[in-house]
């Protein structure tokens, strides 16, 4: 089974510009969250989606968003970049069965210049 | 709201040797999971052990166990005969058993297993 898959790897924007990440889930996955990663604040849930709803949501001002699609693929927003917002950004998938574990993709690596 | 904590930033120990990873975390839910990750340089989180709050077996996965003390809310991770290969950052995480997927991070432990 292919596991999750982020694009793209890295990714260099400037600030009050916008990017879009993707995240593909493992197949048969219908939740996908996704977690910010600095040194300084450490891993922070930003949001999971499930069946195409979210069903979550960390406590990120509103320029982050994101979205499934049926397929179960998701996208993540970030409008109006600031420095603040470079980070390695990661997704995980899991089948939302009780217990079952988060399976995490290699992130994309954020940096706002 | 949960909080894990992780009071070991660094660790370091010579191949072959045991060392056991800290972490103790603050809930007032009954019914949630715990769980050690390990993320190498490659970037990609990779999950090592997991623990069900209500089961007081602690979990063990060959080379790694774990030390569950629920009435303490404390959930150590002990690595027997580590390998060069274990080298890498180890985060702490609690899930809720409410449906929602959503992991609660400690700030890390970072491991080198020396040769």
């Known amino acids: 089974k292919a596991g999750v898959t982020q694009t793209p790897r890295y990714l260099i924007k400037t600030r009050g510009q916008q990017v879009t990440l993707s995240c593909s889930p493992i197949s048969g996955h219908r939740s996908v969250s996704w977690y910010q990663q600095t040194p300084g604040q450490g891993l922070q849930f930003l949001f999971e989606?499930?069946?195409?709803?979210?069903?979550n949501k960390g406590n990120f001002p509103g320029r982050f968003s994101g979205r499934q699609f049926s397929n179960s693929r998701s996208e993540m927003n970030v409008s109006t970049l600031e420095l603040g917002d470079s980070a390695l950004y990661l997704c995980?998938?899991?089948?939302?069965?009780?217990?079952?574990?988060?399976?995490f993709g290699n992130g994309t690596r954020l940096t706002v210049t | 709201a949960q909080t894990v904590t992780q009071s070991q930033p660094e660790m370091s120990v010579q191949e072959a040797e045991t060392v056991t990873l800290s972490c103790t975390y603050d809930?007032?839910?009954?019914?949630?999971?715990l769980f050690w990750y390990k993320q190498p340089p490659s970037r990609q989180m990779i999950l090592v052990i997991r623990q069900e709050a209500y089961k007081q077996q602690n979990a063990t996965e060959n080379r790694f166990s774990v030390n569950f003390q629920k009435a303490a809310k404390s959930f150590s991770l002990k690595i027997s005969d580590s390998q060069l290969g274990d080298t890498a950052m180890y985060f702490c995480?609690?899930?809720?058993?409410?449906?929602?997927?959503?992991?609660?991070f400690g700030q890390g432990t970072r491991l080198t297993i020396n040769p």
């Open positions: 995480a609690f899930m809720v058993d409410r449906g929602a997927q959503k992991l609660v």
């Open positions: 989606y499930f069946s195409e709803t979210q069903r």
């Open positions: 995980a998938s899991s089948s939302a069965v009780a217990n079952s574990p988060l399976h």
């Open positions: 809930t007032s839910e009954n019914n949630y999971y």
